[in-house]
């Protein structure tokens, strides 16, 4: 290689850099001769759009990708990551954005995964096993995650942190996280802030992406902005609107949109005295045209509320009202028949079909209106479609596209826009904008107060307690399964939902 | 909650997350506790005596070859597959031991590693196929099913051939249950296998292929392994199948295909991959055994035996899934 920079070596040389990579997808361009370098002791941010070429820059730090041209330096010195051993051996270890866990084996089987310990005959000691597994979650502060239960049965931010701890218990030099806190609650963020924090003080480099603009300036002291592929420049102090505009190539004036103004109406949806699986005594009111926000710590219940309005969890007591009348909801027929919609997290495995066509997933919910005879009439399906494709900004190459090429907040879009051809009135949002970036999250704003000022009514959850304060009208704060507090706006602040939340609340670490 | 309350609380669930991790083997244990009971009933009303060693002798017997191949099917059942070849294999087997398989010490054993290797070879070439030529195990085992029964048919186009006496005597005595050492040994295969890095490669296959080839396992291998264990333990239960019957027959082999599945099924293992327990696939083996001769005892019209079966299979899955989900739910 005689491009590039004269290679620097010694302890002055960055502890990695990325040198021009380039890595396409089919036809489409991730990385585009992107250059990167971070040293060692620091935390460093990557920022950028869905489909910047982020994740696809640390997989090939990381191993788990080839680069098509371009090259990886450690300390200096070119190396070949051809796989995620080699670079597990080069001291670089990868908190990879989908999870890497084994569902249906156990914690500790997971964390020690190819590095089990041995009893006789050199088979694998299993209540060791279990002790060593023990050891190490209690040595990072995590007492409610059992080494012993299936990874099937712990919930989302729990398995984040199996993610993140069999990484960190490798002692790695440098250590790639592709957003890393998407599922995590506010307790479980300080926590691997803490971790990251510590590592960095031991001089090694970290190096993570993040969407949440709050979590980057908190921990990351140098932070570099990927556009289309590219760099466009690394940064020690910068604030949240030049970022937002140099990721997005445009102007966003504000990031949330003014709420919509809130008359006095009729309620359209009532819960009273709410009761089943996690849900305890919930009550609540959501008018039309209101925007009700729920908050919360993660596994609170906020879930199983929106299931059970959705005919998707069951309830034990309690009655739910649409339009002033009682309802009964027993699955989700139910409540779409009722125009109740909800627009799930994993929009994966619970709302989205993936491998089929956009269109026919945009139609999936009034497909008896678009049949005849029981047979789907192609030509309104594809018109309906399409409307709603431009309507919504849909950023997909055809209809006839499977979903699951779409980027992540594009397939949220499509599931909104199913609910709105289906005519829902009241939508149920629930933490849609996790792993979205923020140009895509602007639009799901701007469409969220659309819908509102429409006369529909929206109810949604948010892990992000900013994104709360500044759309709600009113945001409901659950905690152990009830509301705790209720905040009206104006002068909602994130602390606020924060400080409700936390209140004797426990969490997976501490 | 102080920590120590939470380790408390963790010690009273182990139990519990014991019975939901292995709701299969408990549930298939369960099924040939009962299997047994309905056996000795049925076996006493009919005869006014409970059974006796020669019934147990000659159960362990005839059931060995089930066992076998059932083990066989698992290891690949564990990756997400499934292996039609195995009848095609155990044909293989049998015919080849009834057609070389001569008086002496030297040509028992010989001839029967020899067709053990080539068992494991058969296997091989599956697994090639499938983890290498990226085809479905579906699509591949059946080719290779009809190549291998065709094979068989080409060593030994008659039934015919002879097992020596002593051969017969080692493997399935018919006097004594010494075969149950063999049912023991092939439960220490699983206990090893399960400890094993291979056990892990080929568990955390069949959990998810990505997730296992980014903790740095290597799948292709892990598959490959897994069908060519699958070849092994199908030859040596054809062995088992000659040894049985004293002489060769190169179809007897066919019915085991699907038996080895409804095995694996009764056994509590998914057929998803990723879950199951091998002992539980020998319980599962025992309780199809049971199953038949319950049926000879409520004299059951032999015509009827098949539709019996199935009835009864249907009814220990749904039953299965109905307590395993239970007891899942209760878990959490």
């Known amino acids: ?510 | 909650m102080s920590a120590e309350a939470a380790i408390e609380r963790r010690r009273t669930r182990r139990l519990t997350h014991f019975l939901a991790q292995n709701v299969g083997l408990v549930l298939a244990l369960a099924m040939l506790v009962m299997a047994v009971v309905l056996y000795g009933a049925a076996y006493w009303i009919e005869q006014t005596a409970l059974p006796g060693m020669f019934e147990l002798t000659s159960t362990v017997n005839n059931t060995m070859a089930l066992v076998l191949c059932g083990m066989g099917q698992a290891f690949v059942v564990v990756t997400r597959g499934l292996d039609l070849s195995v009848g095609g294999v155990m044909d293989l087997a049998n015919a080849l031991a009834a057609v070389h398989i001569k008086d002496s010490v030297g040509s028992m054993v010989g001839w029967s590693l020899a067709i053990l290797a080539i068992g494991a070879l058969l296997g091989l070439v599956n697994g090639l196929l499938v983890a290498v030529g990226r085809l479905q195990p579906i699509l591949v085992t059946l080719a290779t099913l009809s190549i291998y029964q065709g094979l068989a048919i080409r060593v030994l186009p008659q039934p015919g051939g002879s097992i020596p006496p002593v051969y017969s005597s080692v493997l399935v005595n018919p006097n004594w249950p010494t075969a149950l050492v063999y049912v023991l040994v092939v439960a220490l295969i699983w206990y090893a296998f399960r400890r094993s890095s291979l056990g892990v490669s080929i568990f955390a296959l069949g959990n998810d292929e990505q997730a296992a080839r980014a903790n740095g396992i290597d799948t292709v291998r892990a598959q490959i392994a897994a069908f060519t264990l699958s070849g092994l333990m199908s030859a040596a239960a054809g062995l088992f199948l000659a040894a049985t019957a004293t002489a060769g027959d190169a179809t007897t082999g066919n019915g085991f295909t699907l038996s080895s599945i409804v095995a694996v099924v009764l056994g509590g293992m998914n057929l998803f991959g990723g879950r199951g327990s091998g002992v539980g696939v020998i319980a599962g083996a025992f309780v199809t055994t049971m199953i038949v001769n319950i049926l000879f005892f409520s004299n059951i019209d032999p015509l009827y035996q098949s539709f019996y079966e199935g009835l009864f299979l249907v009814i220990a899955v749904v039953l299965g899934a109905l307590i395993s989900r239970l007891m899942r739910r209760r878990s959490r």
């Not at chain 1, 008359?263 to 009700?292: H, K």
């Not at chain 1, 027929?333 to 909800?342: C, E, P, V």
């Not at chain 1, 992540?408 to 996790?434: C, E, F, M």
Request: glycine share 10%.
């Open chain 1, 1 to 510: 290689m005689s491009e590039g920079p004269a290679t620097a070596s010694g302890p002055t040389a960055p502890a990695i850099e990325g040198i021009k990579l380039s890595r396409a997808f089919g036809g489409v361009q991730a990385l585009a001769g992107a250059s990167f370098s971070a040293r060692r002791g620091e935390v460093h941010a990557l920022v950028g759009e869905n489909g910047a070429g982020k994740s696809t820059l640390i997989k090939i730090l990381g191993g788990r990708l080839r680069a098509d041209a371009g090259e990886v330096r450690l300390a200096g010195g070119t190396v070949e990551l051809d796989s995620p051993d080699a670079a597990h051996r080069h001291g670089v270890w990868t908190v990879f954005q989908e999870l890497t866990l084994l569902p249906w084996m156990t914690v500790a089987e997971n964390l020690l995964i190819r590095r089990e310990p041995r009893g006789a005959f050199r088979l694998i000691d299993r209540a060791r096993m279990a002790k060593e597994a023990d050891a190490v979650l209690a040595g990072l502060g995590i007492h409610n995650i059992d080494p012993r239960g299936l990874v099937e049965d712990l919930s989302l931010a729990q398995q984040q942190i199996v993610e993140i701890v069999r990484v960190i218990v490798q002692d790695p030099d440098i250590l790639l996280l592709d957003e890393p806190t998407s599922s995590l609650g506010e307790n479980e963020v300080e926590w691997l802030f803490g971790l990251i924090r510590d590592l960095s003080s031991r001089n090694k480099c970290i190096i993570f992406t993040s969407h949440r603009w709050k979590e980057i300036t908190d921990v990351a002291d140098r932070i570099t902005i990927f556009r289309n592929g590219g760099e466009l420049g690394t940064f020690t102090e910068i604030d949240e609107n030049r970022a937002v505009t140099l990721m997005t190539g445009q102007q966003v004036d504000a990031l949330y949109p003014e709420r919509p103004a809130l008359e006095a109406a009729r309620p359209l949806l009532e819960a009273r005295a709410l009761n089943g699986p996690g849900v305890s005594g919930v009550s609540l009111t959501l008018r039309r045209g209101e925007i009700l926000g729920v908050g919360g710590l993660a596994g609170h219940g906020h879930r199983e509320l929106f299931f059970s309005l959705f005919g998707a969890a069951p309830t034990t007591g309690g009655e739910i009202l649409v339009n002033e009348s009682k309802v009964r909801i027993s699955n989700p027929h139910d409540a779409i028949g009722l125009g109740i919609a909800l627009v799930p997290e994993d929009r994966k495995t619970e709302g989205l079909i993936l491998p089929m066509s956009v269109g026919t997933n945009l139609t999936l919910a009034i497909l008896p209106q678009l049949s005849a005879l029981g047979v789907i009439r192609g030509g309104h399906e594809g018109r309906a479609a399409l409307n709603m494709v431009g309507k919504l900004k849909i950023r997909t190459p055809g209809l006839r596209n499977p979903v699951h090429q779409l980027s992540g907040g594009n397939q949220q879009k499509v599931l909104l826009a199913r609910w709105l051809l289906a005519d829902s009135h009241i939508v149920l949002l629930y933490d849609v904008t996790r792993g979205v970036d923020v140009a895509t999250k602007h639009e799901i704003y701007e469409l969220m107060t659309s819908l509102a000022r429409e006369g529909r009514a929206v109810l949604f959850y948010s892990s992000d307690a900013e994104e709360l304060a500044h759309l709600s009208h009113r945001v409901l704060v659950m905690r152990e399964g009830r509301i705790a507090a209720e905040l009206a706006a104006p002068g909602i602040t994130a602390e606020d939902i924060v400080s409700a939340a936390v209140r004797e609340a426990t969490s997976i670490v501490g």
